[in-house]
């Protein structure tokens, strides 16, 4: 794979929205979005296959934080922003085989970008 490079970070109001990007491909790949806040531990968001776009979410943010796919970028749509989302959001990948998880731990992920600032204020 080539490095992966996120885009659609910035600042964005409390109570806005914003969606993220990452060139990814490959059929055996998973591709998760993931966040890290200073001082805190990066934090698993959600998950994809890229095979049949079967998605693995944390169960604290399906409700506004939304993964999707096309032939070579995934998404991360997140509505409803609050300052606690403020973080650097990053997209790896890793492969795997059909049948597994594809969710967002971070210690089964090889592949990492350098991620895109999000600020809410």
């Known amino acids: 794979h080539v490095q992966l490079v996120e885009s659609g970070g910035g600042s964005v109001q409390t109570g806005g929205s914003m969606r993220l990007s990452c060139v990814a491909s490959?059929?055996?790949?998973?591709s998760g979005w993931f966040r890290q806040a200073p001082g805190k531990e990066r934090e698993g968001i959600a998950g994809?296959?890229?095979?049949?776009?079967s998605t693995y979410y944390n169960i604290s943010m399906a409700d506004r934080f939304t993964v999707a796919r096309d032939k070579t970028t995934v998404y991360l749509q997140m509505l409803n922003l609050k300052p606690e989302d403020t973080a650097r959001y990053t997209c790896a990948t890793r492969t795997g085989a059909y049948g597994a998880a594809c969710s967002p731990l971070p210690f089964q992920f090889v592949n990492w970008g350098r991620g895109t600032q999000v600020t809410v204020s």
């Open positions: 490959g059929d055996s790949v998973c």
């Open positions: 994809i296959w890229l095979r049949d776009s």
